[in-house]
């Protein structure tokens, strides 16, 4: 099955300053990468996402960009803010299965006011 | 829509008892899904359900670990009997179809205890 890698496992930021999430993948059938946020106590929810037939995509502060080559892909957080601050879960699908799942073990992301 | 609706949110038992955990999708969504969330392995996927059929159960840890889904509208996993290290957050979620690609919406799990 897929193996998806997430790094750093935690990261700290001043706020203002941009944060970089990177995720590696196993299975070069991969096509689709979505990317989560989960506030402490509560449920993930979708943040943004990328398919393989693209290399990057931006909404707002956040940009993802993916290396299909390299089987790696990251998260781009532009001028961070207090509210930025949580768990970011990386994930992957295999082949046309795109709601089959396979996530990163997460990355808790701080902002320092 | 309510979103994913999970119950309980809150479970503490025993070891050795039987544990149910609900879920209800959201209303037109066909597949849905369980995972399990720890602190050293993240989210893993258990189960996942399209149109009421288990695709690939393969996640599920033991044999102790069961789950079904009667109708569009319900589903349950059951851990029977329960262990320790079943200790973690169930999370249920739900999407619109299988192919290509589509958000996953996750209810707000049921964080389970075993003592």
């Known amino acids: 099955g897929e193996n998806v890698e997430q790094h750093p496992s935690t990261l700290s930021v001043q706020e203002g300053d941009s944060a970089v999430i990177k995720c590696t993948y196993s299975?070069?059938?991969?096509?689709?990468f979505p990317w989560y946020k989960q506030e402490l106590g509560k449920r993930p929810q979708l943040i943004i996402d990328?398919?393989?037939?693209?290399g990057e995509k931006k909404d707002q502060r956040i940009a993802v960009t993916l290396n299909k080559t390299a089987k790696h892909f990251s998260l781009h957080i532009t001028e961070t803010q207090p509210e930025d601050s949580a768990v970011y879960l990386c994930?992957?699908?295999?082949?046309?299965?795109?709601?089959?799942?396979?996530f990163g073990t997460g990355t808790r992301l701080t902002v320092i006011p | 829509d309510a979103g994913v609706i999970q119950s309980p949110r809150h479970e503490v038992t025993e070891m050795g008892q039987e544990v149910t955990l609900r879920c209800k999708p959201i209303s037109g969504h066909n597949s849905l899904f369980w995972y399990r969330q720890t602190m050293m392995r993240g989210l893993e996927l258990l189960i996942y359900f399209n149109n009421n059929v288990p695709i690939d159960d393969s996640g599920m840890p033991e044999d102790r670990f069961s789950a079904k889904m009667p109708n569009a509208s319900f589903s349950t996993l059951k851990i029977q009997p329960s262990e320790p290290r079943d200790s973690a957050v169930y999370f249920c979620?739900?999407?619109?179809?299988?192919?290509?690609?589509?958000?996953?919406?996750f209810g707000e799990g049921s964080r389970l205890t075993v003592l």
């Open positions: 994930a992957a699908s295999i082949g046309t299965v795109a709601n089959n799942l396979f």
């Open positions: 979620a739900s999407s619109f179809g299988l192919q290509g690609g589509g958000e996953l919406f």
């Open positions: 990328i398919r393989s037939n693209v």
């Open positions: 299975d070069s059938a991969s096509n689709y």
